[in-house]
């Protein structure tokens, strides 16, 4: 199978993008991680511009390295930490943008060089359209059924 590289980002991306504001407290990023099977969140100005993103490694940084033992004084310990901050204290500032009419090979050559695993595709303006990720790129490449040979 052949991927065209002149496929276009707009062609792949996802494009029901959930986002969370500067101002947001990281207790509404917990509640979007652990509700949604996503791992990274484009941050957005009033206008709808990117002006941030947030991983999930990013929202694992910030909590108690104990919650590994799930106890109560750490979960609320995290809770606090959790409520105390604002996703503009968290959040990447530099991020990497596409356009929707950037070919796959772009994105691909960005995923590469940054190992970034999610880049918001945006507008003339700045604007969010959508989020192109390496599942999206690898769910591409891969459409078709792929068929195992029997080793007979």
């Known amino acids: 199978m052949m991927i065209d590289p002149t496929t276009k980002v707009g062609q792949i991306m996802t494009t029901n993008v959930i986002f969370v504001r500067p ?62 901050l604002l996703v503009k204290e ?20 960005f995923f590469r060089e940054n190992l970034f695993h999610a880049i918001p595709v945006v507008d003339d303006e700045g604007k969010l359209v959508g989020i192109v990720s390496t599942y999206d790129m690898l769910n591409h490449a891969y459409r078709e059924p792929v068929f195992l040979k029997d080793s007979d």
């Open 23 to 84: 101002d947001d407290t990281m207790s509404k990023v917990d509640e979007i991680f652990r509700t949604n099977n996503i791992h990274h969140l484009p941050v957005l100005n009033r206008e709808g511009v990117v002006v941030g993103m947030v991983s999930k490694t990013d929202y694992f940084k910030i909590l108690h390295g104990f919650t590994l033992f799930r106890t109560e004084k750490s979960e609320e310990f995290n809770k606090a930490i959790l409520r105390s």
């Open 90 to 109: 968290v959040m990447t500032k530099q991020v990497a943008k596409l356009h929707p009419d950037d070919t796959i090979m772009v994105a691909a050559g």
